[in-house]
């Protein structure tokens, strides 16, 4: 008996020394509006969890656990209040969601992004309505955005069209005015998701030549049944989200996941791999499940997909798809 008390204790102070974290950066991200309340709530609460853990070490009173315990709930209970909104003051590239309008072949999508982007805070604002045949839907690419190391890179698709015509959706938090990414803040209810929908001239231009990062595109191997459910399982997201918006999560709910759950209806069978949280390390994941060009090693296939320079060569009144795809020399 005495054991399983001793087991029980070291469980509660256990879960008093690892919940104490959570709620500190919970108050921290999403306590008053005011910095210094934030910090004094976030700081009160670290008292709390110090001071029980240091009082039970002198008196082992299990009302100190109860306190805790309770202090906990009603935390919970206000982190339940806590909902995603699409009424906020947003940053302008993610101030409108794309919505879709299916006619049997025929996609009509509204708040198509075509920003013309000269630095990060000098851009043209433009959104469009554009018109898609399924019937003409040819190609799906995959394109990776690295920004910090080979584990790390933004991932969007990108859907080609007979004439020559792309359109990329990315998933992407929804920053509002003056806010910047956090990967902390992503696994506290600090952003909303959003779905863009944007020309890649403007969203593949932007990383490249503005943000200086390196981009990768890598064509896949799918049929073109599954292209055009996958593109039609974008469309019905953009639209759930105007209605009902989601939060981001830097690790359930980010650009990987979203196209692997998108993409698990149309194939069943498809594994989940540590590859689609390192989104990095994608391309092999891409080549494990049999969607890259065959017979082709990866360390080619890489070679070849790296538009980056071919991006920011390309003049800004130039076809950038086409330019992107143009042969390396």
């Avoid at 302008?92 to 025929?106: C, F, K, N, S, T």
């Avoid at 194939?267 to 989940?272: H, I, N, R, Y």
Wanted: hydrophobic residues 45%; contains cysteine; proline residues 5%.
């Amino acid at each position: 008996m005495k054991r399983q008390k001793i087991a029980i204790t070291v469980l509660a102070l256990l879960l008093v020394a690892l919940t104490a974290p959570w709620a500190v950066l919970a108050l921290w991200y999403q306590g008053p509006a005011s910095e210094s309340l934030r910090v004094a709530c976030a700081g009160l609460w670290a008292l709390l969890a110090l001071g029980v853990l240091g009082a039970w070490l002198r008196i082992r009173k299990p009302w100190l656990l109860a306190t805790y315990a309770l202090a906990f709930v009603l935390l919970l209970g206000w982190w339940s209040t806590i909902h995603p909104s699409n009424d906020r003051p947003w940053a302008d590239d993610v101030a409108r969601l794309p919505q879709g309008r299916v006619d049997g072949d025929r996609v009509t999508l509204t708040n198509v992004r075509d920003f013309v982007w000269r630095t990060d805070t000098d851009y043209d604002v433009r959104w469009e309505t554009r018109r898609y045949d399924l019937d003409r839907l040819v190609s799906t690419d995959v394109v990776l955005s690295y920004w910090s190391g080979p584990a790390i890179a933004h991932s969007m698709l990108s859907f080609g069209f007979d004439d020559g015509s792309h359109v990329v959706f990315s998933v992407e938090i929804r920053r509002r005015r003056g806010q910047q990414y956090s990967a902390i803040g992503g696994f506290f209810k600090d952003f909303e998701m959003t779905l863009i929908a944007a020309e890649e001239r403007d969203i593949i231009r932007v990383r490249t030549n503005v943000r200086g990062e390196q981009d990768y595109l890598y064509p896949l191997t799918i049929d073109r049944a599954a292209m055009r459910e996958l593109f039609l399982s974008y469309v019905q997201l953009a639209d759930e989200l105007v209605v009902k918006p989601e939060f981001y999560n830097t690790i359930t709910t980010n650009c990987t996941t979203q196209v692997y759950r998108l993409a698990k209806p149309i194939d069943p069978g498809l594994p989940f791999d540590i590859r689609l949280l390192l989104t990095g390390y994608l391309p092999e994941y891409l080549e494990r499940i049999g969607v890259l060009e065959p017979g082709v090693p990866l360390a080619e296939l890489r070679k070849r997909s790296d538009i980056t320079a071919r991006a920011r060569a390309a003049p800004i009144t130039a076809d950038f798809s086409a330019a992107i795809r143009a042969p390396i020399r």
